[in-house]
Protein backbone atom coordinates (compact mmCIF):
# COMPACT_ATOMS: atom_id res chain seq x y z
CA UNK A 1 0.00 0.00 0.00
CA UNK A 2 1.43 3.42 -0.69
CA UNK A 3 2.32 5.44 2.04
CA UNK A 4 0.18 8.34 3.13
CA UNK A 5 1.64 11.79 4.13
CA UNK A 6 -0.52 13.98 5.79
CA UNK A 7 0.15 17.57 6.19
CA UNK A 8 -1.34 21.16 7.06
CA UNK A 9 -1.63 24.48 6.48
CA UNK A 10 0.34 25.39 3.28
CA UNK A 11 1.45 22.63 2.38
CA UNK A 12 -2.11 20.99 2.01
CA UNK A 13 -2.94 24.24 0.24
CA UNK A 14 -0.27 23.38 -2.37
CA UNK A 15 -1.32 19.97 -2.73
CA UNK A 16 -4.75 20.91 -3.67
CA UNK A 17 -3.42 24.11 -6.12
CA UNK A 18 -1.39 21.78 -7.98
CA UNK A 19 -3.74 19.07 -8.63
CA UNK A 20 -6.77 21.73 -9.68
CA UNK A 21 -4.27 23.17 -12.20
CA UNK A 22 -3.46 20.16 -13.44
CA UNK A 23 -7.23 18.78 -14.04
CA UNK A 24 -7.69 22.88 -15.24
CA UNK A 25 -4.69 22.31 -18.16
CA UNK A 26 -6.45 19.22 -19.05
CA UNK A 27 -9.44 20.53 -19.88
CA UNK A 28 -7.80 23.34 -22.08
CA UNK A 29 -6.12 20.56 -24.13
CA UNK A 30 -9.33 18.66 -23.79
CA UNK A 31 -11.91 21.53 -25.12
CA UNK A 32 -8.90 22.98 -27.78
CA UNK A 33 -9.34 19.20 -29.43
CA UNK A 34 -13.14 18.93 -29.34
CA UNK A 35 -13.67 21.98 -30.29
CA UNK A 36 -11.74 21.08 -33.84
CA UNK A 37 -13.34 17.35 -33.80
CA UNK A 38 -16.69 19.30 -33.28
CA UNK A 39 -16.20 21.62 -35.97
CA UNK A 40 -15.17 19.18 -38.87
CA UNK A 41 -11.68 20.29 -38.90
CA UNK A 42 -9.63 17.38 -37.60
CA UNK A 43 -11.57 14.07 -37.83
CA UNK A 44 -10.37 10.24 -36.97
CA UNK A 45 -8.80 9.57 -40.46
CA UNK A 46 -5.70 11.14 -40.06
CA UNK A 47 -2.59 9.29 -40.62
CA UNK A 48 -1.45 6.60 -38.07
CA UNK A 49 1.23 8.55 -37.26
CA UNK A 50 -1.04 11.69 -36.08
CA UNK A 51 -2.83 9.03 -33.86
CA UNK A 52 0.18 7.73 -32.35
CA UNK A 53 1.07 11.59 -31.32
CA UNK A 54 -2.41 11.96 -29.73
CA UNK A 55 -2.01 8.57 -27.68
CA UNK A 56 1.47 9.91 -26.42
CA UNK A 57 0.42 13.57 -25.90
CA UNK A 58 -2.90 13.03 -24.04
CA UNK A 59 -1.22 9.59 -22.08
CA UNK A 60 1.37 12.00 -20.51
CA UNK A 61 -1.64 14.27 -19.93
CA UNK A 62 -3.99 11.97 -17.51
CA UNK A 63 -0.24 10.56 -16.03
CA UNK A 64 0.18 14.51 -15.14
CA UNK A 65 -3.13 14.53 -13.80
CA UNK A 66 -2.76 11.71 -12.09
CA UNK A 67 0.48 12.21 -10.29
CA UNK A 68 -0.73 15.73 -9.09
CA UNK A 69 -3.82 13.14 -7.74
CA UNK A 70 -1.20 11.06 -5.87
CA UNK A 71 0.36 13.81 -4.05
CA UNK A 72 -2.69 15.45 -3.40
CA UNK A 73 -4.42 12.19 -1.80
CA UNK A 74 -1.13 11.60 0.01
CA UNK A 75 0.39 8.78 -1.97
CA UNK A 76 4.19 9.86 -1.99
CA UNK A 77 5.18 6.43 -2.63
CA UNK A 78 3.25 5.59 -5.58
CA UNK A 79 3.98 8.78 -6.81
CA UNK A 80 7.78 8.28 -6.79
CA UNK A 81 7.19 4.84 -8.64
CA UNK A 82 5.25 5.71 -10.79
CA UNK A 83 7.96 8.91 -12.04
CA UNK A 84 10.19 6.83 -13.89
CA UNK A 85 7.58 5.36 -16.16
CA UNK A 86 6.27 9.29 -16.47
CA UNK A 87 10.62 9.94 -17.41
CA UNK A 88 10.27 7.64 -20.27
CA UNK A 89 6.94 8.29 -21.22
CA UNK A 90 8.44 12.42 -21.57
CA UNK A 91 11.71 10.93 -23.59
CA UNK A 92 9.17 9.23 -25.66
CA UNK A 93 7.20 12.31 -26.44
CA UNK A 94 9.93 14.05 -27.51
CA UNK A 95 11.01 11.53 -30.06
CA UNK A 96 7.13 11.05 -31.55
CA UNK A 97 6.42 14.84 -31.58
CA UNK A 98 9.26 15.76 -33.39
CA UNK A 99 9.11 13.18 -36.02
CA UNK A 100 5.39 14.09 -36.24
CA UNK A 101 6.48 17.69 -36.66
CA UNK A 102 8.66 17.04 -39.33
CA UNK A 103 6.63 14.72 -41.28
CA UNK A 104 3.77 17.35 -41.10
CA UNK A 105 5.77 19.51 -42.79
CA UNK A 106 7.18 17.51 -45.25
CA UNK A 107 4.28 16.68 -46.80
CA UNK A 108 3.47 20.21 -46.98
CA UNK A 109 0.92 20.50 -43.80
CA UNK A 110 1.06 23.24 -41.43
CA UNK A 111 -1.30 25.01 -40.61
CA UNK A 112 -2.16 28.23 -42.73
CA UNK A 113 -1.53 30.60 -39.42
CA UNK A 114 2.29 29.79 -39.14
CA UNK A 115 4.82 30.03 -41.76
CA UNK A 116 6.32 26.32 -42.31
CA UNK A 117 9.80 27.04 -40.83
CA UNK A 118 7.64 28.23 -37.44
CA UNK A 119 5.44 26.26 -37.38
CA UNK A 120 8.85 23.56 -37.55
CA UNK A 121 10.43 25.66 -34.94
CA UNK A 122 7.74 25.96 -33.00
CA UNK A 123 7.16 22.30 -32.53
CA UNK A 124 11.04 21.26 -32.02
CA UNK A 125 11.40 23.47 -29.05
CA UNK A 126 8.34 22.89 -27.47
CA UNK A 127 9.74 19.58 -27.26
CA UNK A 128 13.36 20.38 -26.47
CA UNK A 129 12.04 23.10 -23.84
CA UNK A 130 9.57 20.62 -22.38
CA UNK A 131 12.10 18.07 -21.93
CA UNK A 132 14.70 20.01 -20.68
CA UNK A 133 12.07 21.38 -17.83
CA UNK A 134 10.93 17.82 -17.19
CA UNK A 135 14.84 16.73 -17.22
CA UNK A 136 15.69 20.03 -14.37
CA UNK A 137 12.10 18.66 -12.33
CA UNK A 138 13.53 14.66 -11.75
CA UNK A 139 16.48 16.37 -11.08
CA UNK A 140 15.18 18.05 -8.67
CA UNK A 141 12.46 15.19 -7.52
CA UNK A 142 13.60 15.34 -3.95
CA UNK A 143 13.05 19.38 -3.36
CA UNK A 144 9.18 18.89 -4.17
CA UNK A 145 8.90 22.80 -4.28
CA UNK A 146 11.03 22.80 -7.00
CA UNK A 147 10.20 19.59 -8.84
CA UNK A 148 6.74 20.48 -8.67
CA UNK A 149 7.17 23.90 -10.06
CA UNK A 150 9.26 22.71 -12.96
CA UNK A 151 6.94 20.06 -13.99
CA UNK A 152 4.18 22.69 -14.15
CA UNK A 153 5.73 24.75 -16.34
CA UNK A 154 6.76 22.15 -18.54
CA UNK A 155 2.95 20.88 -19.00
CA UNK A 156 1.83 24.52 -19.55
CA UNK A 157 4.05 24.91 -22.48
CA UNK A 158 2.06 21.75 -23.62
CA UNK A 159 -1.25 23.38 -23.39
CA UNK A 160 -0.68 25.33 -26.40
CA UNK A 161 -1.94 22.79 -29.09
CA UNK A 162 -5.37 22.98 -26.86
CA UNK A 163 -4.48 26.74 -26.86
CA UNK A 164 -4.02 27.25 -30.72
CA UNK A 165 -7.20 25.60 -30.84
CA UNK A 166 -9.64 27.84 -29.04
CA UNK A 167 -8.52 30.87 -30.22
CA UNK A 168 -9.25 32.82 -33.32
CA UNK A 169 -5.85 31.93 -35.29
CA UNK A 170 -6.77 33.08 -38.31
CA UNK A 171 -6.96 36.65 -37.24
CA UNK A 172 -4.00 36.40 -34.89
CA UNK A 173 -1.85 36.33 -38.00
CA UNK A 174 1.27 37.61 -38.09
CA UNK A 175 1.30 37.08 -33.99
CA UNK A 176 -0.26 33.48 -33.66
CA UNK A 177 2.77 32.08 -32.03
CA UNK A 178 2.84 35.24 -30.02
CA UNK A 179 -1.05 35.08 -28.82
CA UNK A 180 -0.62 31.35 -28.01
CA UNK A 181 2.08 32.13 -26.20
CA UNK A 182 0.77 34.98 -23.69
CA UNK A 183 -2.49 32.05 -23.64
CA UNK A 184 -0.13 29.52 -21.94
CA UNK A 185 1.96 31.74 -19.70
CA UNK A 186 -1.44 32.56 -17.89
CA UNK A 187 -0.96 29.28 -16.43
CA UNK A 188 2.95 29.92 -14.51
CA UNK A 189 1.92 33.56 -13.82
CA UNK A 190 -1.36 32.38 -12.18
CA UNK A 191 1.52 30.09 -9.87
CA UNK A 192 3.17 33.06 -9.08
CA UNK A 193 -0.11 34.77 -7.67
CA UNK A 194 -0.88 31.52 -5.57
CA UNK A 195 2.74 31.69 -4.43
CA UNK A 196 2.27 35.00 -3.13
CA UNK A 197 -1.08 34.60 -1.61
CA UNK A 198 0.14 31.61 0.16
CA UNK A 199 3.49 32.20 1.41
CA UNK A 200 3.92 36.29 0.09
CA UNK A 201 6.75 35.09 -1.75
CA UNK A 202 7.08 33.92 -4.86
CA UNK A 203 9.31 30.60 -5.34
CA UNK A 204 12.59 30.89 -7.46
CA UNK A 205 11.67 27.92 -9.55
CA UNK A 206 9.20 30.10 -11.15
CA UNK A 207 11.29 32.44 -12.57
CA UNK A 208 13.39 29.81 -13.79
CA UNK A 209 10.22 28.42 -15.54
CA UNK A 210 9.17 31.23 -17.09
CA UNK A 211 12.74 32.44 -18.09
CA UNK A 212 12.45 29.30 -20.10
CA UNK A 213 9.70 29.57 -21.36
CA UNK A 214 10.24 32.85 -22.44
CA UNK A 215 13.62 31.84 -23.91
CA UNK A 216 11.85 29.39 -25.92
CA UNK A 217 9.65 32.22 -27.65
CA UNK A 218 11.87 34.05 -28.46
CA UNK A 219 14.20 31.27 -30.35
CA UNK A 220 11.73 30.67 -32.35
CA UNK A 221 11.83 34.35 -33.82
CA UNK A 222 15.47 34.46 -34.17
CA UNK A 223 16.18 31.28 -35.44
CA UNK A 224 13.51 31.44 -38.01
CA UNK A 225 15.00 34.46 -39.52
CA UNK A 226 18.42 33.48 -39.55
CA UNK A 227 21.01 31.32 -41.88
CA UNK A 228 21.01 28.50 -39.35
CA UNK A 229 17.43 28.60 -39.26
CA UNK A 230 16.86 28.20 -43.17
CA UNK A 231 19.76 25.55 -43.62
CA UNK A 232 17.82 23.04 -41.04
CA UNK A 233 15.04 23.86 -42.90
CA UNK A 234 16.39 22.98 -46.17
CA UNK A 235 17.93 19.72 -44.51
CA UNK A 236 14.35 18.39 -42.92
CA UNK A 237 13.02 18.87 -46.06
CA UNK A 238 15.01 17.81 -48.67
CA UNK A 239 13.37 15.00 -51.72
CA UNK A 240 10.00 16.24 -50.12
CA UNK A 241 6.87 18.34 -51.54
CA UNK A 242 7.66 21.11 -48.33
CA UNK A 243 10.66 21.56 -50.28
CA UNK A 244 9.41 23.33 -52.75
CA UNK A 245 7.41 25.85 -50.31
CA UNK A 246 8.98 29.07 -49.10
CA UNK A 247 9.89 28.49 -45.52
CA UNK A 248 8.65 31.89 -44.25
CA UNK A 249 5.46 31.93 -46.38
CA UNK A 250 2.08 31.99 -44.52
CA UNK A 251 0.39 28.78 -46.83
CA UNK A 252 -2.53 29.99 -48.69
CA UNK A 253 -5.82 29.96 -46.55
CA UNK A 254 -7.73 26.48 -46.85
CA UNK A 255 -11.45 26.85 -49.24
CA UNK A 256 -14.28 27.14 -46.81
Request: with cysteine; charged share 10%.
Amino acid sequence: MATRVRTGGVVDSDHRFFFVMAIIMALTLVSGFSVQLAAGRSSFHSPLLVHVHAFVFFGWTVFYVLQNGLIANGSVALHRRLGWVGAFWAATMIVVGSTTAIVMVRRGAAPFFFTPLGFLLMDCLTLLTFGGLTAAAIRMRRRTDWHRRLMYCGMALLTGPGWGRLLPMPFMIPWADWGVFAAFMIFPLVGVVADLRRTGRVHPAWWVGIGALVCFQLLIGLVANSPLGLALYDMAMAGSPGAVIAPLAYPPLPPL
